[in-house]
Nanobody, 124 residues
């Protein structure tokens, strides 16, 4: 089993920045790709960003391209999501997820482990 704990959420004004962190523990040697999803009230959970085991390959939702950057530190079992130029529509609970796939994963059902989520609220 792998446990994921997301942190770093909060309240920020539009145009501001936040950095989310995801700490992995447990059988992390079996985990490869990492991803970030978000879920706004009344909406489906959606893909935000994903990265391969090395972090060398990434993918982003069109809505966050150029504003969000994902990265990871495998030595510390940490993943990050740097969010800049935040907009009110970015308000959601953000979840980190881990997949046994070696490559970038964008499909929600291909992730094997999920963190508990961290709230991000962007005020206008």
């Amino acid at each position: 089993q792998v446990q994921l704990v997301a942190s770093g959420g909060g309240l920020v004004q539009a145009g501001g920045s936040l950095r989310l962190s995801c700490a992995a523990s447990g059988r992390t040697s079996s985990v490869y790709a990492m991803g970030w999803f978000r879920q706004a009230p009344g909406k489906e959970r959606e893909f935000v960003a994903g990265m391969s085991w090395s972090g060398g390959r990434t993918a982003y939702a069109d809505s966050v391209k150029g504003r969000f950057t994902s990265s990871r530190d495998n030595a510390k079992n940490l993943a990050y999501l740097q969010m800049n130029s935040l907009k009110p529509e970015d308000t959601a609970i953000y979840y980190c997820a881990a997949s046994r796939s070696t490559n970038v994963v964008t499909a929600r059902n291909r992730y094997d482990y999920w963190g508990q989520g961290t709230q991000v609220t962007v005020s206008s």
